[in-house]
């Protein structure tokens, strides 16, 4: 039996490969072929692999709502030769790294909260969806509370994705305006109501490398509904039909602007220097969660926003969201742990002992040469005495014999 399904398999590989070129790779834990689809016409490499976020800035009527969102853009963008990647899609790759599951949904939920929080909006779309356990909102939102997270996190998700762009589309406050007729005695003879629905959509496609927006739309459908004393309309899908006409539209939009978006991706994509300066000798530095390599120096990465983390022994961790622009200087300064700050103590009393020993030792060595040099020149001192008394005196050793005859004999 097992013999027959391989067979089969096989069997539609071998068509499907008549008709296009599949991309696959076996995933080595589960066993399961993961593929790409190109066709023919994709392979002259006009689309775009994308991963998309949706969120809402709606409030929580429209939560239930997200879902839906999600998956009528991405079949949309999928319609118009767009490859989108979507949040199973995601969570599988997240699974597949080397990451730890804590980590994993530390990526998602940061990327989620940042993405679904604004200066006047702090409602929740999905990351509640991907969380393990829930947290509390102020938690979460603390860690994303800096600008430009949501695009450093979407970078960090674009490296592990191997995405080149993503996308984050984003829906407002649905809205309801009502226009009522009074016609009863006029010649239209009965009242009018209509009932118009708005739904503010936009969108926003990243580079996947730098993190930088590239493209932004935004279109707001709208839904009629007209009734009058003999017509009542009761309708409950309004925000799924003002979704898919939404949904449409952008996705036509953004297939509209392919080349547009590429080659704007190109020319951010040039790489530029910055240079990096530490307080403290010896540190690593990492950018995107990649050494680099220890400062001071000069390095070199794509411009836009990264996620630069400085570690060293005994010291705290240095972690911000830098943007990189060309000829940047970067200075750090890192501060002790308790741990550190106690060696560190230990370390300056001992290097102090040492220099206290090493300051006697060399008083004492100064004191035993003034010494020596003391005893020399009394030595020296005593015999140029000597030699001047011998000078002076009447006693001559050269004729000393001589003169002691001439004294004993008397001539």
């Known amino acids: 039996m097992n013999q027959k399904k391989i067979l089969i398999k096989v069997l539609l590989i071998t068509v499907a490969l008549s008709f296009s070129v599949i991309l696959f790779a ?48 991405c079949s949309k963008l999928a319609d118009k030769g767009i490859s989108v990647m979507t949040w199973k899609d995601i969570i599988q790759k997240f699974s597949e790294s080397d990451e730890s599951d804590d980590n994993i949904y530390k990526y998602a939920q940061s990327f989620m909260v940042s993405a679904t929080t604004t200066p006047t909006n702090s409602s929740m779309t999905t990351a509640g969806e991907v969380s393990k356990n829930s947290e509390p909102e102020h938690s979460m939102t603390a860690e994303t ?19 080149k762009y993503m996308i984050v589309a984003s829906m407002g406050k649905l809205g309801h305006e009502r226009k009522v007729f009074n016609g009863e005695g006029t010649i239209y003879k009965t009242n009018n109501q209509v009932d118009i629905f708005t739904l503010p959509l936009t969108i926003i496609v990243m580079d996947g490398t730098t993190g930088q927006s590239i493209y932004g739309d935004m279109y707001t459908p709208s839904l009629n509904i007209n009734q009058n004393q003999s017509i ?22 953004i297939a509209k602007n392919i080349e547009k978006i590429k080659n704007t991706s190109l020319k951010n994509s040039t790489s530029v220097q910055f240079s990096l300066d530490c307080n ?124 002691l005859t001439r004294i004993i004999h008397r001539y």
Do not use: C
């Open 280 to 403: 403290v000798p010896g540190a690593t530095a990492e950018l995107d969660g990649a050494a680099i390599g220890s400062p001071p120096g000069n390095f070199t990465t794509k411009p836009g926003l990264h996620q630069l983390r400085i570690t060293r022994q005994y010291f705290e961790p240095w972690e911000q969201t830098v943007n990189i622009y060309p000829n940047q200087k970067l200075t750090v300064s890192l501060e002790f742990t308790a741990d550190g700050q106690a060696k560190f103590k230990d370390l300056a009393a001992f290097k102090q002992s040492l220099e206290l020993e090493k300051a006697t030792t060399y008083a004492e060595i100064d004191i035993a040469k003034q010494q020596s040099q003391a005893d020399a020149d009394s030595k020296e001192k005593l015999s140029s005495g000597g030699e001047v008394f011998l000078k002076n005196s009447y006693i001559r050793a050269d004729g000393f014999a001589e003169q």
């Open 26 to 73: 076996i995933d080595p834990d589960t066993g399961i072929v993961r593929g790409q689809l190109k066709t023919s016409k994709d392979s002259d490499n006009s689309s775009l692999e994308t991963a998309v976020f949706v969120r809402n800035n709606g409030g929580k009527e429209l939560n239930n709502e997200i879902n839906t969102f999600n998956d009528m853009l």
């Open 145 to 163: 509370k800096d600008g430009g997270i949501a695009k450093s996190s979407a970078l960090r998700i674009s490296q592990i994705l191997d995405a």
């Open 232 to 253: 009542s309309i009761l309708m409950d899908n309004i925000v799924d039909k003002l979704l898919t006409s939404g949904t449409s539209v952008l996705a036509d939009n």
